[in-house]
């Protein structure tokens, strides 16, 4: 025993020392950073053989593997930055689950081409021998472009005095001006001419770890002797391999088909690059993206889309972020369109949804905060400065001879006057640690759309409060493409006026943090949970969240939805950070749940408890065998219906009514709150007693219909069946006349004659039409009349309490036995004015309780026994003793 517990104290002491050796790595980088994970997967080892208990023992060797892992990362990093004088860039270490990698691989075909993960660096002999390499894949062209197609050609075949000189083909004689012709593809050429910088031939370039074959020594790419290039690009999860050859789509006329430099014309790595994203995304009749997606894609930098036009922007913040990082090389810049006439096109020289580069930032003499913007389509509009925020020099505004055609600077004011999207690209790097997540998600039901229950929920702890970014990544499946090309066809057509309508078919996605109890545990829904922050919805296949946590609190982040049309999506979460993140599935709150569905329909939509006809709203039994917290979610399919829940005592799960809720408020264990809620709405009741109760599922107002899914949720097992609708494998029997008060008459009664056979029975009771005067009843079956009489059931509590009419009430049931119960009567019951339960022509002047005055007119107490066996009641008569 001694000796286990030195041992113990042992692996305590080194774990702490791994410990901080890891806080120490977080805060380092370099030789020094790769030190500390050395030594700390060196002392989580011994600690591993040191522990006495098998858990702890796997726990602390996963941390070893995962340090060696980083360590091993590290010393890539660094190799890689020796090469290209690049600081060292992330990559998720963490081990994945079988059902992540078949995820991952899963994901790797589109189209009908696969692109598996990227494991290594190609072979130079890959790009060599005689052969020439023909990639098979089908590129699709637009109508417009077949029309000038010339056929796929190779570079010597389309510049034939080039032949002999090959290097023209990797190597910028002058500086490159970018554009695009014929293709639909601005988003991407867009990206391409803002990180030039980051691709072109200096040191850093990030092109020698994107592009093979590539000649290092020039850094530039090289001619593929065989013609078969390979590029890494990161989608669907990962980094990945795209292979194509060198032919380009040839043209019959003067325009373009491709990615041309209009003072290199002969330099075709753009095109290299542009065709093999554009293999991934379906083909030249590119259907439409944004270059903050492209960039992710071509680079693997983290996209965020800043909206311009929001009320929540902060300028000045913003400004000085973009021009720091742009200035420290540790972000990529482009701009978004959106929808406007062509009246203001051609006013404004902007081009409606449509994409522009960024090529610099400065502030002029003035003060003038300037971003200089290009426009990618060649030939194209260029702004006219009509309108400007800044009186700006001649030079600032359209294309200049010295500088990149279609460029102009624009001040920041009317940036974000006339644009709707800021991209902005950052380079890893600006972290130290990073965790991959890979997750499928099959669409919720409707009825659970505008909920949490399906959604993926993510636990995230961190040891410090420094800042957290999340990327959700959505995988390219082939059937999102399909519904692009069919919105864009439909549009074309003149069925829609917008390409931002085209691509919001897509659906919308979001991100969002939580602080809940316990901590780190799932969260029902958003409303009335403590939100921390919420990004907006986009139909962005990326979106980010920032955030800086709460040190040493698990928060929980859910991954949002809106309208995604596909049945099952592939998704990435992948976490960025300085510290290192404990990341899970968020745990649910109450380990115990049973989720069942019904509806609103004509005969069960029964109104709020204001209604008589509360008792015919959709119930459930609920049976609880310990005592502890209950939470109720109730969704609908109708994302404006307001709606309620509540848990109520009701004898053991019987059915209830209005008068239960407002008549008798002790009945109600819990409920959601006296406001109804649209759509959706929860309830918590933090401590239930064993036994059954029922819960009540209504709309605010009768008649109102729709599809609804309830999910309970306690600490201990439960059940939960159906509450029968009162005339369920009953027998419903209306009295004659309805239940009418004479003037100055407390109690009226009625006889209860054929029952033949011993029967269960119970009685309703209603106002009809709803009186407005105050009016409380009572409704009882006795048995003989005058003080002798015996009570076999009452409406209200056991002490008989009096009810509301315009709210309804019943008794219990009884058995009614002939044999022991003759002589048997329904009495009624009242406490009011003369108002109270009367007819409307019954002549209140005089005293006559006789059955012809009460049959008149319309008003008073719709009465109805509810029994097995065949029942019937007489006629009214006054019954005060």
Known sequence: MRQQQHSHHQAATMEARALEHERRLAHTSGNEALQHAIAAADLYMQAARKSTNASERDRLSRKCKELIALGERLKENAKAASAASQPPVPESTRPLATAEKVIVLGSSRLRGNVFPPWDAVPDANTFAGEGVHSDPSVFSLSPEQQDIFAGWKRPAEIFPDCASKEDSFMAAATETDLAQDLATDCSVVASLCAAFRHLGPNKGSLLPSLMYPFNHEAMRPEVSKNGKYIFRMNFNGCWRQVVIDDRLPSSSTDRTLYVVDQRNPRLIWPALVEKAYLKIRGGYDFPGSNSGTDLHALTGWIPEQIFLQ????ELDQTWRRVKLAYDQRMAILTLGTGNMSAEEEETLGLVREHDYAILDLRIDDSGNRLFLVKNPWCDSLVWTGVGSAATLNAHTVGSTSDHMTNTFWMPFEDVLRHFDSLYVNWNPALFTYRQDHHFSWDMPDKTEELVFTHNPQYSVHSPSGKPIWVLLSRHWQDDELDILRQRRADRDRGDDSSLANVSKQLGFMALALFATTPPGTRVPLAEGHRCLQQGPYVDSPNTLLRYEPTANVAQTLVVAQGELPLPKYSFTLSFFSTTPLTISQAAEPLPYHITVSGAWTRRSAGGSAAHASYLTNPQFALTISRPGPVSLLLSSDVSDLPVHVAL?????????????????????VGQSGAEYQRGCTYAYVPNVNPGTYTIVCSTFEPGQLGKFSLRICAATQTSVKPVLADAAGRLRTPAPQPAVFGDGEARIRAPVINVSRLTRASIIARSFPPTTAPCAIRVSLEVGTGCNKTVLTMSGDDGGEF?????????????LDPDA???????????????????STTNTGSSSSSS?????GTGGLQIEILSDYPVRLGGWENADE
């Open 821 to 839: 119960h003759n002589n048997l009567w329904l009495v009624v019951e009242r406490i009011g004015g003369s108002g109270c339960c009367t007819n």
């Open 310 to 313: 929001s009320d929540d922007i």
């Open 852 to 856: 012809s005055s009460r049959a008149g």
């Open 803 to 815: 009810t509301d009419a315009s709210l309804g009430l019943r008794t219990t049931e009884v058995d």
């Open 648 to 668: 109520l005592f009701s004898g053991g799960g019987q059915r209830v009514t209005a008068a239960d809720v407002a008549g008798r408020g002790r009945d109600v």
